[in-house]
């Protein structure tokens, strides 16, 4: 194993390894949301939530003040029907023991962080559990900060602390890695189709040629 984090095999992030924090997806946020369009945050926070899902990767939901900033996304809530979001009052979610804990108690290392806004929500928990031995990741395109200038300075400050930069999509690929994995082939392909862009109609008429398999 490599001494160095971010090279070789062990620089990839696997379903076994990752815990997913989705952070404060919810209505008052993107209304605040000037970064990104909402629509592709929306998509590319639903395909990372849909993979975790089908990966079994641990995933923690959160909100902040949900009753003054709203509830969790609905399409993202109907991912995890049955799970109850943290609801906090820290901008920093790792300041709150109760995600603290959650995440502790999955056992893993790969911290996948995701959420509004960037600078604040994403950039507070990110460096922060890194001091606490996490190999942090965050997904730049499924998070968006009030200007593309918070958004981008906040890229940077994590980048400079060491917490890896990725996509919604690359996460897939990069859990995925093989397609002789076959038992999770039709699901991704379903999140791709759905949520992959340009490369869902691609995937599609690649299925097509295949006879639909």
Request: glycine residues 8%.
């Amino acid at each position: 194993m490599s001494a160095n984090p971010y090279i070789g095999l062990e620089a990839l992030s696997t379903p076994d390894s990752a815990v997913l924090l989705l952070i404060d997806h919810q209505g008052a946020q993107f209304a605040g949301l000037q970064s990104h369009d909402a629509t592709n945050v929306i998509n590319n926070t639903l395909a990372l939530a849909k993979a975790a899902k089908l990966f079994g990767i641990p995933t923690i939901l959160t909100t902040v003040v949900a009753d003054r900033g709203g509830h969790l996304l609905r399409q993202l809530q109907d991912v995890f029907p049955d799970q109850q979001p943290i609801d906090r009052t820290t901008q920093n979610s790792w300041e709150d023991p109760r995600v603290v804990e959650a995440v502790a108690a999955t056992g893993r290392k790969d911290l996948v962080i995701a959420g509004l806004y960037t600078d604040i929500c994403v950039a507070f928990p990110a460096v922060h559990a890194m001091a606490d031995g996490y190999r942090v990741i965050a997904v730049t395109d499924a998070s968006g900060a009030t200007s593309m200038e918070a958004h981008e300075r906040a890229v940077q400050r994590m980048v400079q602390a060491g917490v890896i930069p990725s996509a919604a999509i690359t996460m897939l690929g990069e859990w995925q890695r093989d397609w002789a994995r076959e038992e999770t082939v039709p699901g991704i392909a379903e999140i791709f189709f759905a949520h992959g862009g340009s490369f869902g109609p691609a995937l599609a008429w690649e299925f097509q040629l295949l006879g639909g398999k």
